[in-house]
Antibody, heavy 124, light 110 residues
């Protein structure tokens, strides 16, 4: 059974940093691209970042480019999101999600398994 | 880049069929056959219902179907059931930034 378990969320002041983790199990982690998707309270889904199965390719939404860094440790079956220079508008539930494919291709934009999410609140 | 356009809400009675639209541009929905649909119940994680415009993942009811015409993709739910009441989101590949989501549609089963 595929399981994705996010952790690392919490309350942080504007300008602060936070690192999210997503522990994966039930599938060959290194064989699939992974994404982070966020959802602000009462709002819709917003794709944040994606990384290929090998970790060699990454993509970012314009809203987080230069502030967030996605990475993965395939030996630990874990996905990360380092978030710096946090802003109030980054407040959201952050989900990690598994792509159907390994490479960051057009077809791998469909996300077939999602974690339950971790809440990040940016406030003073 | 702006989100894909979905109606804010749709409704239907049990047993009926409903269709949710998702409108983009030739740079996303209209340019590629990589549209996905997700179902999200309150407080829960999204669930993939349709991928690559019209394909259903294993385990998803065949009451759910997807299609596309020009810059608009559609999700149709036939034989509406109470458990179908949820928020639905479309997404599409786009060359930049990579994935674009719709604003979401709240489905109410009357």
């Amino acid at each position: 059974e595929v399981q994705l378990l996010e952790s690392g969320g919490g309350l942080v002041q504007p300008g602060g940093s936070l690192r999210l983790s997503c522990a994966a199990s039930g599938f060959t982690f290194s064989s699939y691209a992974m994404s982070w998707v966020r959802q602000a309270p009462g709002k819709g889904l917003e794709w944040v970042s994606a990384i290929s199965g090998s970790g060699g390719s990454t993509y970012y939404a314009d809203s987080v480019k230069g502030r967030f860094t996605i990475s993965r440790d395939n030996s630990k079956n874990t996905l990360y999101l380092q978030m710096n220079s946090l802003r109030a508008e980054d407040t959201a539930v952050y989900y990690c999600a598994k792509s159907r494919l390994a490479a960051l291709s057009r077809a791998s934009t469909s996300l077939d398994y999602w974690g339950q999410g971790t809440l990040v609140t940016v406030s003073s | 880049q702006s989100a894909l356009t979905q109606p804010a809400s749709v409704s239907g009675s049990p047993g009926q069929s409903i269709t949710i639209s998702c409108t983009g541009t030739s740079s996303d929905v209209g340019g590629y056959n990589y549209v996905s649909w997700y179902q999200q119940h309150p407080g829960k994680a999204p669930k993939l219902m349709i991928y690559d415009v019209s394909n259903r993942p294993s385990g998803v009811s065949n009451r759910f179907s997807g299609s596309k015409s020009g810059n608009t993709a559609s999700l149709t739910i036939s034989g509406l059931q109470a458990e179908d009441e949820a928020d639905y989101y479309c997404s599409s590949y786009t060359s930049s930034p990579w994935v674009l989501f719709g604003g979401g549609t709240k489905l109410t089963v009357l």
